[in-house]
């Protein structure tokens, strides 16, 4: 799968001397992460060599993984079932603007309590949901395992050698671990998480073989899914200038967090970036519901 990179043209990058690509990974669904594609794609190969025929995963109400899992997976001739964090959702999922997405593409629910969600890794809680629903394929949170990451090895190609660094969103680190396996010893991968949490250096240095990276801590807003109207300008203002949409979860962070780094003189002249567009853009409707019951300003569609 080729995916464009797109200059970022703007007087700002001419100003400082640095050079910012964006990959277009989003342009290659309309729902679906593009990340979320790369991991999922040898994990489908491998559960209907296996001859499952049904793939069970996990994640929150406005998930990309979810919504990804459940498009890819009806593309794909599988049968997708998701357990969600939070039972109050039994009631009025239908509101979820994810969740509705996801089910209109043939996915099923179980909704559980957050206690309950904290087990989703414990192999006994694995068997319980085995004997509930048959001999399910079963994928991880965020859809990271060793196949998502070999998916994620594909990102980069040839052509991006000449970049200096390369920059990723964060969440469970499989994306990132790929982009570090494939990445040429001369450049340098940066992280931006998208949550707090000190054990995601441990996760990203057990998924990868190498230590060309680095996590840029900075750029969280308070944690997941937690955003301001700072952030907010900032998207809105990028999609004007730019024509390209950020999401308020993963890529809007990095790029802002990119831009303020540059401000800091992070980077030096004539530096080369390519950052990640991993997707997430399903991902606006939902945040603009929260925005709106707060009475903030909404991101632009
Ligand atoms: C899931 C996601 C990420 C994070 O990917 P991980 O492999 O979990 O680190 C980044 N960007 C977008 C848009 C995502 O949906």
Same mark, same amino acid.
């Given at each position: 799968?080729?995916?464009?990179?797109?200059?970022?043209?703007?007087?700002?990058?001419?100003? %400082?001397?640095? =050079?910012?690509?964006?990959? %277009?990974?989003?342009?290659?669904?309309?729902?679906?992460?593009?990340?979320?594609?790369?991991?999922?794609?040898?994990?489908?190969?491998?559960?209907?060599?296996?001859?499952?025929?049904?793939?069970?995963?996990?994640?929150?109400?406005?998930?990309?993984? &979810? +919504? +990804?899992? *459940?498009?890819?997976?009806?593309? +794909?001739?599988?049968?997708?079932?998701?357990?969600?964090?939070?039972?109050?959702?039994?009631?009025?999922?239908? $509101?979820?603007? =994810?969740? #509705?997405? *996801?089910?209109?593409?043939?996915?099923?629910?179980?909704?559980?309590?957050?206690?309950?969600? %904290?087990?989703?890794?414990?192999?006994?809680?694995?068997?319980?949901?085995?004997?509930?629903?048959?001999?399910?394929?079963?994928? !991880?949170?965020?859809?990271?395992?060793?196949?998502?990451? #070999?998916?994620?090895?594909? &990102?980069? =190609?040839?052509?991006?050698?000449?970049?200096?660094?390369?920059?990723?969103?964060?969440?469970?680190?499989?994306? &990132?671990?790929?982009?570090?396996?494939?990445?040429? !010893?001369?450049?340098?991968?940066?992280?931006?998480?998208?949550? $707090?949490?000190?054990?995601?250096?441990?996760?990203?240095?057990?998924?990868?073989?190498? %230590?060309?990276?680095?996590?840029?801590?900075?750029?969280?807003?308070?944690?997941?899914? $937690?955003?301001?109207?700072?952030?907010?300008?900032?998207?809105?203002?990028?999609?004007?200038?730019?024509?390209?949409?950020?999401?308020?979860?993963? =890529?809007?962070?990095?790029?802002?967090?990119?831009?303020?780094?540059?401000?800091?003189?992070?980077?030096?002249?004539?530096?080369?970036?390519? +950052?990640?567009?991993?997707?997430?853009?399903?991902?606006?409707?939902?945040?603009?519901?929260?925005?709106?019951? #707060?009475?903030?300003?909404?991101?632009?569609?």
């Amino acid at each position: 799968m080729l995916v464009p990179n797109q200059k970022v043209d703007l007087p700002f990058f001419k100003e %400082r001397g640095v =050079t910012l690509y964006l990959k %277009r990974e989003d342009t290659i669904h309309p729902h679906i992460s593009g990340n979320k594609y790369r991991k999922l794609k040898y994990n489908f190969v491998e559960a209907k060599q296996r001859r499952q025929d049904t793939l069970l995963t996990f994640g929150g109400a406005f998930s990309n993984h &979810i +919504a +990804a899992t *459940a498009f890819a997976g009806q593309e +794909a001739g599988l049968k997708t079932i998701g357990v969600i964090r939070g039972e109050e959702l039994e009631e009025g999922w239908q $509101k979820n603007p =994810t969740l #509705k997405l *996801a089910s209109e593409h043939g996915m099923k629910f179980y909704f559980i309590s957050r206690s309950e969600y %904290r087990q989703k890794g414990n192999p006994e809680y694995q068997n319980q949901l085995r004997s509930r629903f048959g001999n399910v394929y079963l994928l !991880p949170e965020g859809g990271t395992n060793d196949l998502a990451i #070999k998916g994620c090895e594909e &990102i980069l =190609t040839e052509e991006d050698n000449r970049f200096d660094f390369i920059c990723s969103a964060v969440g469970t680190g499989g994306t &990132i671990a790929g982009l570090i396996n494939s990445a040429q !010893p001369h450049q340098k991968v940066l992280g931006f998480p998208a949550l $707090k949490g000190d054990f995601l250096n441990a996760d990203i240095q057990k998924l990868s073989d190498s %230590r060309n990276w680095e996590l840029i801590q900075d750029y969280q807003f308070g944690g997941y899914a $937690k955003i301001n109207t700072e952030l907010v300008d900032f998207i809105n203002n990028f999609k004007k200038k730019t024509g390209i949409p950020l999401d308020p979860v993963y =890529t809007g962070k990095m790029v802002f967090g990119i831009f303020d780094l540059i401000k800091k003189g992070f980077f030096k002249s004539s530096t080369q970036i390519l +950052a990640i567009h991993t997707g997430g853009l399903q991902g606006i409707k939902g945040m603009n519901e929260v925005l709106k019951r #707060k009475n903030l300003p909404l991101l632009d569609l």
